[in-house]
């Protein structure tokens, strides 16, 4: 009976024991930031500190995500109601460039939505940005306005109308006797330019939309136009620079 009594306080006084021992651990771990975890292939646990561990699985993981570096290459493509083409202008300006090295996706995207894109696919060896447009696709070796870097632009299509070449448009190049000289898509301006920027314009039935998603108003409404010259106007799309110059101009007086 006695030593009954005995095994019955050893037990109480080991259970007691425990109970504030298990306490008093995880104050302990609580209080310093600590985490139990497995150790090498050896049955123990040892104690880590947590915070650190966090930051080490934070930091792998931002490093798994993929950036662009020298060797990424860009493909940027517009889509339209009638087919899919490509932007040739920024695909040259920014392959081979290192500006946009190491840029993530959500700096890419902040960079490239002002221009209407948006990333499709994104690796290391490949992004893919692609411009959503509800209009109509511009015909071959056309120029029609747009935008490049918040400025009013006269691009250029090919034989297949991709966008491969582009103006950023300035409505006061002068001679030095004071005349205006003549319109040059091909040469690089020179002297006091005036540019037109979209936060400038005011925006009258969707203006600085349809510059970035394209204008072709006569296919979407389906109007029609007896005049030929006035048709290239309404679509926005013309066949000599110099109309398209003269269309751009046209936006300095809204």
Do not use: C
Request: proline share 1%; glycine share 4%; net charge neutral.
């Amino acid at each position: 009976m006695k030593n009954r009594k005995l095994l019955y306080i050893l037990i109480t006084t080991l259970a007691i024991a425990f109970v504030i021992s298990s306490y008093t651990l995880n104050k302990y771990i609580s209080n310093n930031n600590l985490v139990l975890q497995a150790s090498s292939k050896i049955p123990y646990l040892k104690l880590a500190t947590k915070g650190n561990n966090e930051d080490l699985m934070q930091t792998s993981l931002v490093t798994s995500l993929p950036k662009v570096n020298e060797d990424t290459k860009f493909v940027f493509k517009i889509k339209y109601k009638d087919r899919e083409v490509r932007n040739m202008v920024l695909e040259k300006y920014f392959n081979g460039s290192a500006l946009l090295n190491s840029k993530t996706q959500s700096q890419l995207e902040e960079l490239f939505n002002k221009q209407g894109y948006t990333i499709s696919s994104m690796s290391e060896d490949e992004i893919i940005l692609v411009n959503n447009s509800d209009r109509y696709s511009y015909g071959a070796n056309k120029y029609f306005l747009g935008v490049y870097n918040n400025l009013v632009t006269i691009y250029k299509t090919d034989n297949n109308g991709d966008v491969t070449a582009y103006k950023i448009f300035n409505s006061n190049v002068y001679a030095d006797d004071g005349k205006q000289r003549k319109y040059d898509f091909d040469t690089k301006d020179s002297g006091e330019l005036q540019y037109i920027k979209t936060e400038d314009l005011k925006e009258k039935d969707g203006l600085v939309d349809d510059l970035i998603h394209g204008r072709k108003y006569n296919k979407d409404s389906d109007s029609t136009q007896s005049v030929e010259v006035d048709e290239e106007y309404e679509n926005g799309e013309f066949r000599t620079p110099e109309k398209a110059f003269d269309y751009a101009r046209g936006l300095l007086k809204s």
